[in-house]
């Protein structure tokens, strides 16, 4: 069994920055992609970063440019830094472990973190 808490959300102003953690209780980043999916009420879940076993990222265009997905392989932390943040940004963030490939539907994913919320407004 893997948990994976996540801690760094809150409310921000249009323009902010926040950067979520993910912390996991063991090291399993040679088992599994590590993803931050978000949730927003009415809408489906959608895939925001990824990153790799291999190390390789990925970003759903909406983010492209404005987040950044990282690992601390040896503190066993997954980092999504989100910058220029946007109303649209609001939802649930979620870290996930994915059995490869992942995909952007969330259908592979192993281990669910329990969500911090993102509220991006005045």
């Known amino acids: 069994q893997v948990q994976l808490v996540e801690s760094g959300g809150g409310l921000v102003r249009p323009g902010g920055s926040l950067r979520l953690s993910c912390a996991a209780s063991?090291?399993?980043?040679?088992?599994?992609?590590m993803g931050w999916y978000r949730q927003a009420p009415g809408k489906q879940r959608e895939l925001v970063a990824v990153?790799?076993?291999?190390?390789?990222?990925n970003y759903a265009d909406s983010v492209k440019g404005r987040f950044t997905i990282s690992r601390d392989n040896v503190q066993k932390l997954v980092y999504l830094q989100m910058n220029s943040l946007k109303p649209e940004d609001t939802a649930v963030y979620y870290c996930?472990?994915?059995?490869?490939?992942?995909?952007?539907?969330?259908?592979?994913?192993?281990?669910w973190g329990q969500g911090t919320q993102v509220t991006v407004s005045s």
């Open positions: 996930n472990a994915v059995l490869p490939p992942y995909d952007t539907q969330g259908s592979r994913i192993r281990y």
């Open positions: 063991r090291n399993i980043f040679s088992e599994y992609d």
């Open positions: 990153v790799t076993i291999g190390g390789s990222t």
